[in-house]
């Protein structure tokens, strides 16, 4: 074997082991590299196979390459991380050996590939396991198919640093069984191994443990044998080659002979399971047991064996024709019978398959046209059509609306459903029909299904081409010279039309906002009969202005803010803004009054670095307190010290902690001052809001004229806060009341707790849906997500839960609750002792998905403030990593005054 190149050689030779750690990422945290041992074709797509986009930490990836020379790649190239964990833990000696031994005996050349299942022979047979246990490294074989990849299989090893992961378990260890997999399971699924060597072998596979209780307390001890001996039949047995058995034969062992049946009516849930096969290794076929009594609520088993039979996950009373593939046979036989059912002509169906043959390529715009055309002809049969697109697939789900009806069922990706902006971020109530400011030609060409039905019920379609000719003509410079949408060119032509769509009971709203996907423009169209007649569309340009570098929005009128932190100092005499002044005078308030009660309860009005430096001084000189734990508290930015000279222990509050109590106080005396100043009889409302972020707190008082801004709700009114609080590991998440959230929870590996989701539901949400009766919208919205939002690393997949609730939306909005998807990602880091290299710190990416409840009767102008789309704070808040960078220098500083004093 060619020496393994050194330290130094990775370094110079660029090796992405640290790119295990410091991938490149998009705005929600997915990798856009794909690698870990470098820029080749074909690589380890990390970005799907790890939550987050990276190995947890402790576990370090070496790629069995399947492009270029995977031999070669092997033996020359090592990831640095791995290479400094291994010299750490004393095994490159091990691992040279290992390696040599893999590429010697473990390639199949014909197939230009490593065989993963005699890697992990050699691992057990030459005792490689043991020796790399024994200095504290396991190592994993894995493997992955993945249907994102045109369902190619990925290999590769996992040296997994026992000291920092003691607990970590692939399940993509090909060495892992079903049985193993039992660990894995929640509490009351329990599973019965399919081998199908020790099936033949013995007359009578006995069931042990936990499911051999549940069987015995059901009384299904007989049955259980009964479905043994017949999945025992299906086993095929070759002469030359081990037994095998295929998922789909016990697939139809329980349903055609009732098994499935039989044990629901005793209260226990059977499913098959089954990990497909790969070149190497044939399929693993298990049962997993679920007790409907004390199991989870909605637990759907990853590896359901019928849904790899049917991809889409859809429901009975529901078929599916595959556009951009073959149909499966399961398919084709649940589409002709839901057609023969519904009487529907098998001509109307050959009809709507021929017009979409004519297409010469499957875009959107083409075959959108084909399926609204038939719309109506399936709807008037009760057969509801949605076309469906997902990373690059398009498919027509055919609908059997009566058996449907009170599922809760939504097509996830339907393409149908235009009137949503953002990719889901804001759908509208009914009544309000979005369109989209996108291209000229789209505009001037295409109508969106619900603004046309909008305008046709209106009878407003000729208004509204006149509007669209003014915007897209070029004399009214509605775009820029570079193409733009410009906003206030847009609200001009819009006033000049507000009159006619006002005639015909419509109020059009121009819209913008900024989302992950970018810059947003849009034009609501709100028939005034239909929709609620408290919606305010909460992103229209007129009706909101946006402060603190856009993340806050208040009302253009009738509301205005003082911020009480500027330019580090925080004051509230002497300082108030023009527009403050001339509202209070309006109102008939002194702004002194106001000043002199809240003033003094402000803290002390020391600028950052003053109070930084003030703290540093006292730590230092105090004799009592060590160095490196004064240096510890620096960095905190002090909690407390014990003063020398009094003899007594002191607390110093850090910036925020004194803020903590200033708002208490405030609050109390702002209840006060409204009484003693008569402000509810003016007409006026004083608002303490707080915004909290990682780089930037901001505080701030909002003087509301309620008589202009009756319906204005301070999304961030410190008096009107839930008791629902969501942390981060840099971060308190906190809600304004009528806002509820349920939090996508992840294991320790990273893996989706999707059997927590709906057993659980926190009391805030559970209140929000008892109070809207929503109860049932909630069990479809879990559902959905436990069984389709999780993605192929068996981590919450942001995509698929964004389309879920997009889906769900309107349900939930008909009732006057809005739902939204927010993502919060914060850079941590982790400290790691190299011996050649000296400590460094590498960082990973960590994030946190929820579910917002909106109540928009107590709510009505709330926007979700956190997601990927907010960009980190600028001026005018306490910036942290000043007060951290100040502190560590005053620290410096105080260290040498010490020295001086000594």
Known sequence: MASRPSLERSIKRGSTGIRTFELNRNARGSSKMSSVSGDKKGHLPVDLLFPGGEPPVGVHVEELGQFGDPKARLKDDCPLALDVMLDQKGALDVYDEFIQAVVSECYIRWLMLFDPQKIVALLRERGFAERFAAQG????????????????????????????????????????????????????????????????????????????????????????????????????????????LDYKDVLTTVSEQSFDQKFEEAGVKVLVCAEEASFVSSSKVWLEFVDLEKGPTHYASRYDASLLLNRRFVPEGVAVKELSRANTSQDEKRLEELLEKKGLQQQHYQQLEDDIGTCSTLTLDKILEVVERYESVFASNGIGLALCRSKGEFWIEFMDQETIDGTGYTPIYNVLNTNQIGQGMHIPPAGVAIEVLGSTNTLKQECPKALKLLLEKA????????????????????????????ISSIQTILDEFQGEFHDKGIHVALCKSQWASG?????????????????????????????????????????????????????????????????????????????????????????????????????????IIQQDQGKEQMKEVGVEYASSLTGTTLTTKSIEERWKVAIVRMLYTLDELSTNLGLDTKGLKLALCERHAESANHYWLEYIDVTVAEDYVPSYNAGNL??????????????????????????????????????????????????????????????????????????????????????????????????????????????VDAQD????????????????????????????????????????????????????????????VLASMK
């Open 837 to 896: 290299l000296g400590k460094y710190e590498v960082g990973y990416w960590k994030g946190y998905q929820w579910v917002e409840f909106i109540d928009r009767t107590q709510q009505p102008n709330y926007v979700p403030q956190r997601g990927v789309h907010l960009k980190a704070s600028k001026e005018g808040g306490i910036q942290m990593d000043e007060v951290v960078l100040v502190g560590s220098l005053a620290w410096s500083v105080g260290c040498i």
């Open 722 to 831: 839930s008791t629902q609080i969501l942390q981060t590991t840099k971060a308190t998440v906190r809600f304004p009341k009528g806002v509820a959230v349920e939090e996508l929870l992840e294991d320790g590996n990273g893996l989706a707790k999707c059997n927590e989701l709906g057993s659980k539901v926190p009391p805030q949400v559970q209140e929000i849906l008892d109070a809207k009766d929503l109860q049932q919208e909630y069990e479809s919205l879990t559902t959905a997500l436990c069984q389709c939002g999780i993605g192929p690393s068996a981590h919450w997949d942001c995509d698929k839960v964004q389309q879920i609730v997009q889906a769900m939306g309107p349900a939930f909005e008909a009732k006057g609750v809005t739902l939204c998807v927010s993502y919060k990602q914060e850079r941590l880091k982790q400290k």
């Open 519 to 623: 810059t947003n423009c849009w034009l609501e169209f709100i028939d005034l009969a239909v929709a609620p007649p408290t919606y305010v569309p909460i992103y229209g340009v007129q009706a909101r202005r946006s402060v603190f570098d856009g993340r806050h929005f208040i009302p253009v009128a009738g509301v205005e803010i003082q911020e009480l932190f500027v330019g580090g100092q925080a004051k509230l005499e002497n300082e108030c803004p023009p527009e403050v002044l001339e509202l209070l005078e309006r109102k008939s308030v002194a702004y002194e009054e106001i000043a002199k009660a809240l003033g003094p309860l402000l803290p002390d009005p020391l600028t950052v670095k003053e109070m930084a430096a003030e703290q540093a001084i006292s730590i230092v000189t105090d004799k």
């Open 459 to 486: 009878d407003a379609r000729p208004e509204y081409d006149k509007f669209v000719d003014a915007l897209t003509d070029n004399k009214h410079h509605a775009k820029d010279m570079w193409g733009y949408w410009q």
């Open 137 to 244: 490294v396991k190592v994993c074989v894995c493997a992955q198919r993945l249907p994102q990849k045109d369902n190619f299989e990925y290999d590769w090893l996992e040296f997994v640093d026992l000291e920092a992961a003691p607990d970590y378990q692939s399940e993509r260890d090909v060495a892992l069984t079903a049985q193993q997999k039992k660990l894995m399971l929640p509490s009351g699924v329990h599973l019965q191994n399919l081998d199908p060597t020790k099936l033949l072998q013995e007359e009578q596979t006995p069931a042990t443990g936990s499911l051999l209780e549940l069987l015995e307390t059901r009384g299904l001890v007989s049955l259980r044998s009964s479905l043994m001996e017949a999945i025992k039949q299906t086993v095929q047995s070759f002469r030359f080659t081990a037994p095998k």
